[in-house]
């Protein structure tokens, strides 16, 4: 394992865990709160942060079921990193750890160029909220040929 990615899972109470997690998720600390608990609760779950140069810049978080097929939940870089690679980064480094067949993320407008930048094909749902158009995104993992 690279040693700048972290399975933090065990670290979720502490601050910049939250405050990394906090970027993906709608800024409302009841809806933190809630995202934690899933975290603990669900051993199908992972969580892993990206660390440069001591410090923690990014975090994802997914499910990977039996079938190797990951669901993106949360992918953030703080901001002060953003559009530097790290996301990208944190997504390969997760891909060569977890080997997941397929990878699914479900997204708004804001992230959906860069699910696009990545390789994943991007898919409309419509407006599931009122005014916002969410995607989904897939992308299929291929098998290194040797």
């Given at each position: 394992m690279?040693?700048?990615l972290l399975n933090v899972k065990s670290r979720l109470h502490e601050g910049d865990i939250q405050q990394l997690l906090s970027?993906?998720?709608f800024p409302d600390w009841d809806r933190l709160e809630a995202v934690i608990r899933q975290y603990e609760q669900n051993e199908d779950a992972w969580?892993?942060?990206y660390e440069s140069e001591g410090i923690l810049v990014g975090i994802i978080g997914f499910e990977l079921n039996a079938m190797q097929e990951m669901t993106l939940h949360h992918l953030a870089v703080e901001p002060e990193s953003r559009g530097v690679g790290f996301g990208r980064g944190l997504l390969l480094e997760i891909i060569e750890e977890m080997?997941?067949?397929r990878i699914t993320a479900e997204?708004?407008?804001e992230a959906v160029q860069f699910y696009r930048n990545v390789g994943f094909v991007v898919r409309s749902?419509?407006?599931?909220y009122p005014g916002v158009e969410r995607f989904l995104c897939t992308y299929e993992v291929e098998e290194d040929e040797e």
């Open positions: 690279i040693d700048l970027y993906s998720v969580l892993f942060a080997q997941p067949t997204t708004d407008e749902l419509g407006e599931k």
